[in-house]
Structure formats: structure tokens, C-alpha cells
């Protein structure tokens, strides 16, 4: 019996993905759009690939994404290879330079 109830634990495994956020172009101005259609999870990895000085990552709140704000204490990343762990429910990410956000340097990804 104990060894069908680890089997079954072990069949119900999942194991986190790791995405590169823009693929090839990475994390770019019109990015945004990139995220749709993927299918991602908690504990899934978002890789942030850009220039280290040209662009950072905010993770922000929905007002702040719909606004292309970045809050005072965001949790910012700027070192040009961020990797970012999602949590369930909707996670929004901006480029925190003036102007970026608004040319598109924003995603929003839903992990279940």
C-alpha cells in the first residue's frame, strides 16, 4: 500500500518551467503580448535577458502595470539576467526607465 501511495505522489509531480521572456529578442521594447497563450505555473521561472543598464524589470501591482508606475520599494532587478520565480495568481512586470513601460516593455503573466 505505501508503495502505490508513493507512486502516485511521484505520477502527480510537476516540475517548474523556465522561460526566457522574449525568447530570442528578450526583454525588449514590444514585448509585451509575449506571454500570452503560455500556460504557467507557480514556481515557474520568468528569465529576464537585456543589457544591464539599458532596462530593468519592476514587479508591480495591476494599477501600477495599467499605469507604467513604478511604486516606491518595487522589488527592482537590474542586473540583465534576472530570473524570477512566479507565484500563483497574476504577476506584472514593467521596465522601470522612463518611457520603456510605455513602448511596450511590460508583461503580465498568470500562473496557476
Known amino acids: 500500500m505505501l508503495v502505490a501511495v508513493v507512486m502516485l505522489l511521484m505520477c502527480n ?6 522561460y526566457t521572456v ?10 509585451s503580448g509575449w506571454e500570452n497563450g503560455k500556460s504557467f505555473k507557480s514556481g515557474d521561472t520568468l528569465v529576464f535577458n537585456y543589457p544591464a543598464g539599458l532596462h530593468s524589470v519592476v514587479a508591480v ?5 495599467d499605469l507604467c508606475s ?13 530570473n524570477i520565480v512566479l507565484n500563483k495568481g497574476a504577476n506584472y512586470f514593467i521596465c522601470g526607465i522612463d518611457g520603456h513601460c510605455e513602448f511596450g516593455m511590460k508583461i503580465a503573466a498568470n500562473a496557476f
Open 70 to 82: 513604478v511604486p516606491a520599494n518595487a522589488p527592482t532587478y537590474t542586473s540583465g539576467q534576472d
Open 13 to 18: 509531480e510537476t516540475y517548474a518551467t523556465s
Open 61 to 65: 501591482d495591476k494599477s501600477s502595470y
Open 22 to 31: 522574449g525568447d530570442s529578442s528578450g526583454w525588449d521594447y514590444d514585448v
